[in-house]
């Protein structure tokens, strides 16, 4: 039976390669690093005397997990709070989306929505292949299809990624506008501000971790948004899932996050995530670049 301890140290060895490729199919640092635990475990499990190559049997599993978490329903729900930092500069249109992708250790959120229109096995195919080099008959076997298959995957995926637009999004302009708007009129206790800018039948849900609220009508709503002018004063403008939004930061801690539904230049809701473990499991602290 091969030592536990030599094992996690192979493991350990192959660690960050591995996280890199988790995190670019998942698009979410938490979500790789879950990954990982489940690839350990697999690992663990099985031993390694009877894997021949145990950088290439681990690539497999960590993908296979990915895939698996890739089609679960849940992504749904946890890709709409994927953050990053409000930049006005958008992304060059004549990059290659397979070298944006392998840039970083995070996804951009225009990337990630963009990978979102592809279906998981399409996913896998074009970011094992494209990003990181490998070779069909090895995604073949990840995909449980054949080499010929994996191949015409990737090739659609990347004939889809590349010829998307740029996701639809509000008016980037107008959307900062009606952020700032929203933070200021909310500091200053404005009401007539506030309901300026909400629609009539706007709803906020929030999320507590603990508790659950839904907050119907502008008026409810903008008088919640007072008294939370303590927040206002400490939030700065970012992107949630490619939507308008901001970020309650205390001290170096990103406390909440807000995101804003618009349209035709009101807020039509709200959606706010003050959970702290939700927030660290999604990775907001690292997403939006704050300080821990």
Same mark, same amino acid.
């Given at each position: 039976?091969?030592?536990?301890?030599?094992?996690?140290?192979?493991?350990?060895?192959?660690?960050?390669?591995?996280?890199?490729?988790?995190?670019?199919?998942?698009?979410?640092?938490?979500?790789?690093?879950?990954a990982l635990q489940e690839t350990w475990i697999r690992l663990d499990r099985s031993g390694? !005397?009877?894997?021949?190559?145990?950088?290439?049997?681990?690539?497999?599993?960590?993908?296979?997990?990915?895939?698996?978490?890739? =089609?679960?329903?849940?992504?749904? =729900?946890?890709?709409?709070?994927?953050?990053?930092?409000?930049?006005?500069?958008?992304?060059?249109?004549?990059?290659?989306?397979?070298?944006?992708?392998?840039?970083?250790?995070?996804?951009?959120?225009?990337?990630?929505?963009?990978?979102?229109?592809?279906?998981?096995?399409?996913?896998?195919?074009?970011?094992?292949?494209?990003?990181?080099?490998?070779?069909? !008959?090895?995604?073949?076997?990840?995909?449980?299809?054949?080499?010929?298959?994996?191949?015409?995957?990737?090739?659609?995926?990347?004939?889809?990624?590349?010829?998307?637009?740029?996701?639809? =999004?509000?008016?980037?302009e107008r959307g900062r506008y009606i952020v700032e708007a929203w933070l200021a009129a909310?500091?200053?206790?404005?009401?007539?501000?506030?309901?300026?800018?909400?629609?009539?039948?706007?709803?906020?849900?929030? !999320?507590? #971790?603990?508790?659950?609220?839904?907050?119907? #009508?502008?008026?409810?709503?903008?008088?919640?948004?007072?008294?939370?002018? =303590?927040?206002?004063?400490?939030?700065?403008?970012?992107?949630?899932?490619?939507?308008?939004?901001?970020?309650?930061?205390?001290?170096?801690?990103?406390?909440?996050?807000?995101?804003?539904?618009?349209?035709?230049?009101?807020?039509?809701?709200?959606?706010?995530?003050?959970?702290?473990?939700?927030?660290?499991?999604?990775?907001?602290?690292?997403?939006?670049?704050?300080?821990?």
């Amino acid at each position: 039976m091969t030592d536990r301890r030599f094992l996690a140290r192979r493991f350990d060895t192959e660690r960050p390669r591995l996280r890199a490729i988790a995190t670019k199919l998942l698009g979410s640092s938490a979500d790789a690093d879950d990954a990982l635990q489940e690839t350990w475990i697999r690992l663990d499990r099985s031993g390694d !005397d009877a894997i021949e190559n145990l950088p290439a049997w681990l690539t497999t599993v960590v993908s296979r997990v990915s895939l698996d978490m890739l =089609r679960a329903p849940r992504r749904t =729900r946890e890709h709409s709070w994927q953050v990053e930092p409000w930049r006005d500069e958008p992304i060059a249109e004549a990059a290659d989306p397979a070298e944006l992708i392998a840039q970083s250790d995070q996804v951009s959120v225009a990337l990630l929505i963009l990978l979102e229109t592809l279906s998981p096995a399409e996913r896998i195919a074009f970011v094992l292949h494209d990003v990181f080099d490998q070779p069909f !008959d090895e995604i073949a076997t990840v995909l449980n299809r054949t080499p010929d298959a994996a191949r015409q995957l990737a090739s659609r995926a990347r004939r889809r990624v590349r010829g998307a637009a740029e996701p639809a =999004r509000p008016n980037r302009e107008r959307g900062r506008y009606i952020v700032e708007a929203w933070l200021a009129a909310a500091q200053d206790g404005d009401i007539a501000a506030l309901l300026s800018l909400l629609d009539d039948g706007a709803v906020l849900h929030a !999320d507590y #971790g603990t508790t659950a609220q839904t907050v119907d #009508g502008a008026h409810a709503i903008a008088e919640q948004a007072v008294l939370s002018g =303590r927040l206002a004063a400490h939030s700065t403008p970012i992107l949630i899932g490619g939507k308008p939004g901001v970020a309650a930061i205390m001290g170096t801690r990103v406390v909440s996050i807000m995101a804003f539904d618009i349209q035709d230049d009101r807020i039509v809701g709200l959606h706010v995530l003050a959970d702290p473990d939700r927030l660290d499991a999604l990775g907001v602290q690292a997403g939006i670049g704050a300080q821990p």
